[in-house]
């Protein structure tokens, strides 16, 4: 075995330095396939792809988010800055006027001018001349802050949410009925829609106190209600989860069961419908519409706070 093992080696040992005379003698060649001297690698000089990674192009080259901290700057660091970066090979910056020095327990760092104003248009405007004079690209993130929004922005105009209620109508009634109000926000609400429909099982839900059905395990993940984590969590167990029966919903009715009973409600929530007076089982009423989120501006520098916009 042992001598077979060096035998082994030696063919090996062969084959490479054969393997590599070979290789030594193919980089010897000259174009037309003549002895002659080793061709030369290409060189900065001859290579427009070495050029190009040695002085890349303007579009190639990196660009970096330069933070104006809660609009605490001057002329004087704006011009700094760009130098530098010129200096270091950058390409261009991507402008983020905005704060989060307080985060974690730090100290805050003194407001600049506040975002948009007169003063700060000035320093960005100079921003500008200088990036011009060095070769340098600006991008401008055009809020301070991360979400988009402001001082300025009303409810109306601001991101928005469903909002909806859930009343229960007996059979029979006959008065006037005063529907409940969705929650809102900031004083916010519009109405969509308002619809009727029989409860045959009851106005219990599914696991309710007193109710032996089966609930949907995570329904506000599974209806995108509710979020479950950052980038990315795993959520295959949604996946598995053993579903209700049948006999566990909590609607029993046919689609054209359903009526839509927006037009008999006032603005103030005033139903003015009855459910069927032979229908054997007590309605819901579900009362639907969107209010504003109360969504803010994220680290926005200054006194620019408010509402972040749809």
């Known amino acids: 075995m042992r001598g077979h093992q060096h035998t082994v080696t030696r063919q090996l040992a062969f084959v490479l330095a054969l393997t590599s005379l070979h290789l030594a003698a193919a980089y010897s060649q000259t174009p037309n396939g003549t002895p002659?001297?080793?061709?030369?690698?290409?060189?900065?000089?001859?290579?427009?792809?070495?050029?190009?990674?040695?002085?890349?192009p303007a579009p190639a080259r990196p660009r970096c988010y330069w933070w104006w901290l809660n609009g605490h700057t001057t002329k004087a660091t704006?011009?700094?800055?760009?130098?530098?970066?010129?200096?270091?090979?950058?390409?261009?910056?991507?402008?983020?006027?905005?704060?989060?020095?307080?985060?974690?327990?730090?100290?805050?760092?003194?407001?600049?001018?506040?975002?948009?104003?007169?003063?700060?248009?000035?320093?960005?405007?100079?921003?500008?001349?200088?990036a011009n004079q060095l070769g340098l690209e600006v991008t401008l993130n055009i809020t301070s802050g991360w979400n988009l929004g402001g001082p300025s922005v009303q409810p109306e105009e601001a991101s928005k949410l469903l909002t909806w209620s859930l009343t229960t109508i007996h059979?029979?009634?006959?008065?006037?009925?005063?529907?409940?109000?969705?929650?809102?926000?900031?004083?916010?609400?519009r109405q969509i829609?308002?619809?009727?429909?029989?409860?045959?099982?009851?106005?219990?839900?599914?696991?309710?106190?007193?109710?032996?059905?089966?609930?949907?395990?995570?329904?506000?993940?599974?209806?995108?209600?509710a979020e479950n984590g950052f980038s990315m969590p795993d959520m295959t167990s949604l996946l598995?989860?053993?579903?209700?029966?049948?006999?566990?919903?909590?609607?029993?009715?046919?689609k054209s069961e359903v009526r839509d009973i927006t037009g008999m409600v006032d603005a103030d929530g005033t139903l003015r419908?009855?459910?069927?007076?032979?229908?054997?089982?007590?309605?819901?009423?579900?009362r639907?519409?969107?209010?504003?989120?109360?969504?803010?501006?994220?680290?926005?520098?200054?006194?620019?706070?408010?509402?972040?916009?749809?």
Not at 171 to 189: C, D, Q, R, V
Not at 288 to 302: E, F, N, Q
């Open 78 to 130: 704006i011009t700094r800055d760009l130098t530098e970066m010129k200096k270091k090979g950058y390409g261009g910056v991507l402008l983020v006027d905005a704060n989060g020095s307080n985060e974690n327990g730090n100290d805050d760092v003194p407001a600049g001018p506040e975002f948009a104003t007169p003063a700060w248009t000035e320093l960005y405007v100079h921003a500008l001349r200088v």
């Open 36 to 56: 002659g001297a080793a061709r030369e690698l290409p060189t900065a000089s001859t290579d427009a792809l070495v050029r190009g990674f040695q002085n890349p």
């Open 288 to 310: 639907i519409g969107y209010t504003d989120s109360d969504a803010r501006v994220s680290t926005a520098s200054g006194a620019w706070q408010g509402l972040a916009i749809d």
């Open 193 to 225: 829609s308002v619809l009727a429909y029989p409860l045959r099982k009851g106005a219990a839900l599914a696991g309710a106190s007193g109710d032996n059905r089966k609930p949907m395990e995570r329904l506000p993940l599974k209806s995108a209600a």
């Open 240 to 254: 598995t989860e053993s579903s209700p029966t049948t006999a566990d919903q909590d609607a029993d009715f046919t």
């Open 171 to 189: 059979s029979g009634a006959i008065e006037t009925i005063k529907l409940a109000a969705p929650p809102e926000k900031n004083g916010f609400y």
């Open 273 to 286: 419908w009855v459910p069927p007076a032979n229908s054997p089982f007590s309605w819901e009423v579900l």
